[in-house]
């Protein structure tokens, strides 16, 4: 299936009315917002600043779409059940048995190391990897990291997993110090930023 603006748009409106409508209250962080407000157009923007060919950027957009639709269902392990929602989604709307891979693939680089003191997410050779990794966790480098880190804190703690607020600057500081960009795009326009929400961090804990 070779798409187009009309075609991701339905895409888009069904997955709104009929599987973000289902997405708990409490994901502070990762809300409907996360997806379409933060990873969706910085994946547009980052495929067209790497030189991503339209059909290749459409694939993209599409697995930031569905990536954290898994939310629906559990918390944990949620990328390998947003990758069956995709699956199953984009069947009905014609896309070849190619493109589901490809977009399954995309989804499942956004798992994030379990790997005490790691926090790198599986993206391999493949650019389109690459770019939703960079742009799931591009708040890394922004302005707005702390306020979105208290989103995720709060989402975490509604999860169970309570922290004081030094035990969260340690742990924010610690996913600052593992954590890489993988494009040129989003190093040269990230990484910056990241040394900067470290020198933050290092002020707020004294």
């Known amino acids: ?7 991701f748009n339905a895409i888009v409106l069904f997955v709104k009315d009929n599987i973000f409508s289902g997405l708990p209250s409490t994901l502070y962080y990762h809300g409907i917002e996360h997806t379409l ?3 969706l157009p910085r994946c547009e923007e980052l495929a067209a600043l790497e030189g991503i060919s339209s059909d290749d950027t459409y694939l993209l957009k599409t697995a930031a779409l569905f990536h954290d639709t898994g939310f629906t269902k559990s918390y944990l392990k949620n990328e390998s059940i947003g990758a069956d929602i995709a699956e199953t989604t984009l069947r009905s709307f014609g896309f070849s048995n190619q493109g ?3 977009v399954r693939q995309i989804i499942m680089a956004t798992v994030v190391s ?3 003191g790691e926090h790198m997410q599986s993206a391999g050779s493949s650019i389109l990897e690459q770019i939703i990794c960079d742009a799931d966790l591009d708040n890394l480098g922004r302005n707005d990291f702390l306020a979105k880190g208290e989103n995720l804190r709060k989402e ?3 999860q169970g ?3 004081t607020d030094r035990e969260w600057y340690i742990h924010q500081m ?3 110090k593992s954590h890489h960009y993988y494009t ?10 990241k040394e900067k929400n470290m020198l933050r961090l290092k002020e707020i804990m004294g």
């Open 37 to 39: 407000l933060d990873v």
């Open 114 to 116: 379990e790997t005490p």
């Open 174 to 176: 610690d996913l600052l």
């Open 100 to 102: 589901i891979l490809t």
């Open 156 to 158: 975490l703690a509604f």
């Open 161 to 163: 997993t309570v922290m």
């Open 184 to 193: 040129e795009t989003a190093k040269n326009t990230r990484n910056k930023g």
């Open 1 to 7: 299936m070779i798409m187009n603006n009309k075609q």
